[in-house]
């Protein structure tokens, strides 16, 4: 079947780093996605990755590999308003969007 | 601006009856898709649309329909509401399906069914 596994919840300071990762397992690859989701809104897009490595964007990164099925979302000099859920998501061989069920981010003062 | 919008946003309905989700964009996409969201789980895919007169179902499909008439929107309905079927809508569109096809998504609707 197909997989794809975060964090549940994580908890960080406002200035810090905070790192949230993505592991998969779906049939075929054609691209990796993040969204940012606040409580009771929609989720909005961040970032796609299809080749490995870094993509940088502002404060945000997302990096891929994908010989290890493995992504991350790197985020800098957090925000009170980062405070949100990350979901990652893989567009698989039907060009069909899988995915996690979402990482839940806090950010204490 | 070009927007995708949901009505109604919050709907309580009993079991068994029909009830029916508004989703219409004016992005003037081809791509239009159903998602629900629960606590615990990804979104999932209900149905999806790649063009007037295109319907497809999605991994958990059973006990809803669609049907693309014109560009702009997408109707969801559930025939026979269950109370498994309470949940968050989202309706989604996106320009193109391959690639960096980011999805936007309307507002959501908050469905309860006694």
């Known amino acids: 079947g197909q997989n794809i596994d975060q964090p549940t919840e994580m908890t960080a300071t406002e200035g810090a780093i905070v790192q949230i990762n993505c592991t998969y397992q779906t049939s075929g690859f054609n691209g990796l996605f993040w969204y940012q989701q606040h409580a009771g809104e929609a989720p909005t897009f961040l970032s796609y990755?299809?080749l490995d490595g870094l993509e940088e964007k502002g404060r945000f990164s997302s990096f891929l590999s994908r010989s290890k099925g493995y992504s991350y979302l790197l985020l800098k000099e957090l925000q009170m308003k980062d405070s949100a859920s990350y979901l990652c998501a893989v567009l698989d061989s039907n060009y069909q969007l899988i995915w996690g069920a979402g990482t839940k981010l806090i950010i204490k003062p | 601006d070009a927007e995708i919008t949901q009505s109604p946003r919050h709907k309580i309905t009993e079991t068994g009856r029909q009830v029916t989700l508004a989703c219409h964009q004016t992005w003037n996409h081809n791509n239009m898709f159903w998602y629900r969201q629960d606590l615990g789980h990804g979104l999932r895919l209900i149905h999806y649309s790649y063009g007037v007169q295109d319907t497809n179902k999605g991994e958990v499909s059973d006990g809803y329909s669609v049907s693309r008439s014109n560009t702009e929107d997408l109707p969801l309905t559930l025939e026979s509401a269950a109370s498994s079927q309470t949940s968050v809508y989202f309706c989604?569109?996106?320009?193109?399906?391959?690639?960096?096809?980011?999805?936007?998504f309307g507002p959501g609707t908050r469905l309860t069914v006694l």
């Open positions: 989604a569109s996106s320009e193109i399906v391959a690639g960096a096809n980011e999805q936007f």
């Open positions: 990755n299809v």
